[in-house]
Every structure is written in structure tokens, then in C-alpha cells.
């Protein structure tokens, strides 16, 4: 898959999900570096204010593969409701995929899609 597919099948998803008419803005930022490595960054905003706030950073030269990834959603006033991210930890938490949660726990989780993503988000507004 070239990277370019894989950025417009998130441009689509992201489409998909407003016609829900929950996400009132949305905007995109994408960073070729090679045909294969990229960056695709996001802000995504829903009825309620919350807004979600997502980086991926990717390699598809032999499968699609998050180097780095962060899906941070958060209230209008800034409260995290949850965030999905492989970001290394001191101390080391033993996992890299993980979530945060509003508690302040980490736990570990699986690498999530941003359809994933969604849907938690959709049943956080509904």
C-alpha cells in the first residue's frame, strides 16, 4: 500500500464519521517524507467541544507500520478523557502500546486504528 492510499482511506474515514453530523470541524496536515514514510496529523472537533488531537507517523514500505502514533481526546476545558500513544515512559512501563486514562493510569492496550478511535468517541458523546 502507498502511503498516499493510506492518507486518503483516513481522509475518507474522517468524512465518513462527519456525515454523523457529531464532528463540526476537522483539520488535516500531511507530511510526505518519501513515497513510503510520512506523517499525517490531525484535529477533530465534535458537538460537545471535546476535540480530538491525533499524530501518526508512518513507514509502508513493507506493511503499514505506526512508528509513533497519539490519539489525545480531550474536553473543551482541556481534561483528558483518554489518550492512545506508544510514547516511551520513565520508568518504563513495560509495554509501548498503551492508554491513558482521566485517573492518571496507564494501562496497556493494542495499537489502536482511528476507526477504533471513533467509535469509543462516539460512545463517549452518545
Keep these: 500500500m502507498l502511503l498516499a492510499e493510506y492518507f486518503a482511506r483516513i481522509v475518507k474515514d474522517i468524512e465518513e464519521y462527519s456525515k454523523t453530523n457529531l464532528i463540526t470541524d476537522s483539520e488535516l496536515r500531511i507530511d ?8 499525517i496529523k490531525g484535529t477533530i472537533t465534535f458537538l460537545d467541544n471535546s476535540c480530538l488531537f491525533f499524530t ?11 512508528l509513533t502514533y497519539s490519539f489525545h481526546y480531550q474536553q473543551k476545558d482541556g481534561t483528558l478523557i483518554f489518550r492512545y500513544d506508544n510514547a516511551y ?38
Excluded at 501518526?56 to 505506526?66: A, G, P, Q
Excluded at 509495554?95 to 468517541?121: C, R, T, W, Y
Design 32 to 39: 510526505c517524507r518519501t513515497e513510503k514514510i510520512g506523517i
Design 56 to 66: 501518526e507517523y508512518l513507514d509502508v514500505t513493507y506493511k503499514i507500520e505506526k
Design 89 to 126: 515512559h520513565k520508568p518504563r512501563l513495560g509495554f509501548a502500546a498503551h492508554k491513558h486514562l482521566p485517573s492518571g493510569e496507564i494501562i496497556q492496550s493494542d495499537m489502536p486504528k482511528l476507526n477504533d478511535v471513533f467509535e469509543e468517541i462516539m460512545e463517549h458523546l452518545l
